[in-house]
C-alpha cells in the first residue's frame, strides 16, 4: 500500500460489526429451520439485492418473507426483530480513528445496505454517540439503497472515483468480502481485506495511517 490519499471504507465487519450466527438464531425465532439456505454473507436471493438497491421497499420485503416462511400473521416488528439480529454495533474507540483518518485523508463510505438496517443505525448512532449519521466521518457517504447499486457492481466505483476526481492507484478500498475486492482492483485501485480478529482499529495503526 503506497502512495494512498484516498480510503474508501465499506460498513459491516469493517466499521459496524456484524454477527451472522445471531441471523441465523433471528431467522429460527421465525421459523426457518435451515438459515444457511435461505440467507448467508454473500448468497441470497434476489429480494435482498433488489432491497439493496432501493428496488423494493420494506413492505415487499417483509410480505415477501410472509410469503417464502409461510406465515402471513408475522408482525413488522418481529421480522424487523429477526432481521436486524446481526447488527452489533462499533467498537468503542473506532469514530475517532476514522475521524483522524478524515482529517489526512479523502476518506469516503461505500455499503451494501438495505432501508431497515439503515434505520436501525441510523438510531443506534443517534443513541450510543449522539451522531445523526456517518457524515461527519467522511468526506462522502454511498449507501446502495440510496444510490441503486451495489458492490460488486463496478459502477459503484466508477461512480465513487468519476464524481470525487479520485485516482485509482491513490486510493484503497477496504471490505470484508473478496469479492467486492475485485471491481475494485480491475479499476486499479489497492484493496485490502478485513478479516476478524483483524479490527479496522489494529490495521490503521500496523499500516502506520496515523
Do not use: C
Amino acid at each position: 500500500m503506497q502512495h494512498i490519499k484516498n480510503i474508501i471504507f465499506d460498513y459491516g465487519n469493517v466499521i459496524f460489526l456484524l454477527d451472522f450466527e445471531k441471523l441465523k438464531d433471528g431467522w429460527r425465532s421465525l421459523s426457518i429451520d435451515d438459515p444457511d439456505k435461505f440467507f448467508s454473507h454473500g448468497v441470497q436471493e434476489s429480494i435482498f439485492d433488489d432491497f439493496d438497491r432501493g428496488l423494493a421497499s420494506e413492505t415487499e420485503f417483509r410480505d415477501f418473507l410472509r410469503q417464502k416462511i409461510g406465515n402471513p400473521d408475522l408482525t413488522d416488528e418481529e421480522i424487523d426483530a429477526a432481521w436486524n439480529s446481526l447488527l452489533l454495533g462499533v467498537d468503542k474507540g473506532t469514530h475517532e480513528v476514522l475521524a483522524e483518518l478524515n482529517k489526512k485523508y479523502r476518506t469516503f463510505l461505500l455499503s451494501n445496505i438495505n432501508p431497515i438496517h439503515y434505520g436501525y443505525i441510523m438510531n443506534y448512532l443517534k443513541k450510543e454517540f449522539g451522531f445523526e449519521n456517518n457524515d461527519h466521518l467522511f468526506e462522502k457517504t454511498y449507501y446502495s439503497h440510496l444510490v441503486g447499486i451495489r458492490k460488486p457492481d463496478p459502477a459503484i466505483f466508477k461512480k465513487v472515483l468519476s464524481e470525487n476526481g479520485l485516482k485509482p492507484e491513490e486510493t484503497l478500498f477496504i471490505d470484508d468480502i473478496a469479492a467486492n475486492l475485485e471491481p475494485a482492483k480491475a479499476l486499479g485501485i489497492q484493496t485490502f481485506l478485513m478479516k476478524a480478529p483483524d479490527t479496522i482499529q489494529d490495521f490503521i495503526k500496523r499500516e502506520q495511517f496515523i
